[in-house]
């Protein structure tokens, strides 16, 4: 009888996707949860929506018959795993534990005790207290006095209140599911009441979602044993606490297994199932249906994915705005390896994506997804390069963001090499409030002999910050008109860019917005400076360099010489030539000379010869101006008057 990982739909932030980028930063290094000496089976990690990290595994001691259920627990904001608290002793390889938390930052792990043979089944439940920062005494959920009982499901609505569902029968023809809820500071849980159930087969996939407001959803598949048919089976509880009676899904008759349920802030519930078109492959199509609150009818069915073949999923998971993500491993015809596929429905259109692959090599055939307050889903998997290639396990790691996908990375360090008695590699990741990952993998190595040990190791990303400058911005260069100022400034920090910005006497100068500046006449005489912007999605930090006050750019020059025109006769009249310059002058001034000294008067582009002019050589000085710029003065070439 499988059984699925319960979820909580729990809105502490802004209906946003775009946390991640704004939270995200670099991963710790690796620290070890355990020694190297031991075995361990890694359960589960979840982050509760106030941050706090747990973890859940099974371990062996070295040279220990028996294996134990520990935990360990990372503080909201920090780095540090607490050291390994044993929760459960005394118990084989397989043992089951299951791992919930709470918006408050508790925890609570369920196992069940006794056996059915002689009527002592007791789930038993342990809660973290966040302030007294310890785990309590195991107490009791419910007990039952028959031959099977599953280990509850547990998930948390806003306030805090508990809710588990469990399965409790008699063999393969009897079984009924049943819940109980804790309230916020009671010591005790509720009286158990039964949902629903067969009295001729099994119940298989039991799932349960709780709303922030308390609504809650539980499905599961039923199954008759004599007809060999299956039935999608829900019931609801409202925000009020009234549970509806137990009823089939409409268009999900013949589903067969990998029922999931999800519930997101607005009571939205989103069910789904595999329907098995081929039963020699376990292939089918990945079901969905849809309802809008729990009171109102569920949807038509849709397909989510095609022929797809699971043996691993996680999800489905909600985002606070109402898209659901779906994640699993399973064989891929077209590629001709286990790969991990994702689909997505947008709440925006009721329409789910075409599935992608995030794998690059040959998958492991398992996969960790969980999803953060913010929307950002998290997703790992073990896979080597390829099925030929053993040696090389890799913990992937991508993540979806703001709509899109990032490219698969290793998390892990060095590849860990094949194992032969185990899994080299396997994992599980953790989402928080802000969409950072928290991953915990374990890494088995051969001992020789048909053994192995192994460790667990712990990653979690940082909390990205915004940059910090390291080099003031200034700035280099002839601060006059014409010439060119680069800005220079330097910040360090992850995802960092560099605007630039120009101003003039303090005020922002129009489209001057490049790391360099050729000045202008309008920045003559005026105090510029430069400012550099250093942002990344934590934020943002600003130098401004010094002021420096432009001087006028240097003397015109002639491209061109001046030069004089006319006959060179007394009586006559010479026309002065300005010539080219450049820059480009915008007026010229004249000073006519003979023999090399000033002709009173003579000041105009043009002069009428004189008779003092007569024998004598006669020139004109022409200046160049253009504003900001220095004068520039060229003198012609001389003419002798007759």
Known sequence: MAVTAAVTALTLLPATAAGYPASAGPWTTATALTDDQGQQGLIDVRTAPDGTAFALWRDKAAGASTW???AAVKAAGGDVWSAPHTLLTGVGASAEARLAVAPDGRAVVTWVAGSGTDGSLTALAVTW???ARAWSAPAGLTAYDGLN?????????ADGTLTAVWTQGEGALRFDVATATLAPGAADWSKPKTLGGVTTGSVDDLALA???????TVVWDAYDFFTGAHAVTTATRTAAGVWSGAAALPGADASVGDVRVTMDARDTTTVLWLDVTDPNTGTGDLKSVTR????????????AAAAVRPSDDSGPLTAPDGDVTYVWTGWSAAAGTPVVQTVTRAAATGTWSQPKTLSTGYVKWQVSAAIGGDGTVQV????????????????QWAVRSNGAWSAATAVNGAPVPAVPTTDALTGEVAAGPDGRATVVWREAAYAGGGAYTSRLWGRSQTL????????????????????TLTCSATATGLRVTTA??????GKAIAGATAKTRKLTADDHAHKVSCRATAANPAGSVVSTSAAVTVAAGPALKPTKAPSVSGTAKVGRKLTANHGTWTPSATSYTYRWLRNGKAITGATRSTYVLAKADKGKKITVKVTARRTAWTNGSATTAAVTVR
Do not use: H
């Open 129 to 131: 207290d966040p302030k």
């Open 149 to 157: 009982l599953s280990t509850p499901q547990i998930a948390a609505a």
């Open 210 to 216: 709780v709303a922030p407001d308390g609504a809650a």
């Open 292 to 303: 809008k609150t729990p009171s109102a009818a569920w949807g038509t069915a849709q397909t």
């Open 500 to 505: 630039w910005s120009w101003l003039r006497d």
């Open 464 to 483: 990205l910050a915004k940059p910090v400058v390291t080099q003031k911005a200034t700035l280099s260069g002839t601060a006059r008109t014409g010439s």
């Open 380 to 395: 790992v998997w073990p896979q080597t390069p390829s099925i030929d290639n053993g040696n090389d396990n890799s913990l």
């Open 68 to 70: 134990e259920i520990r």
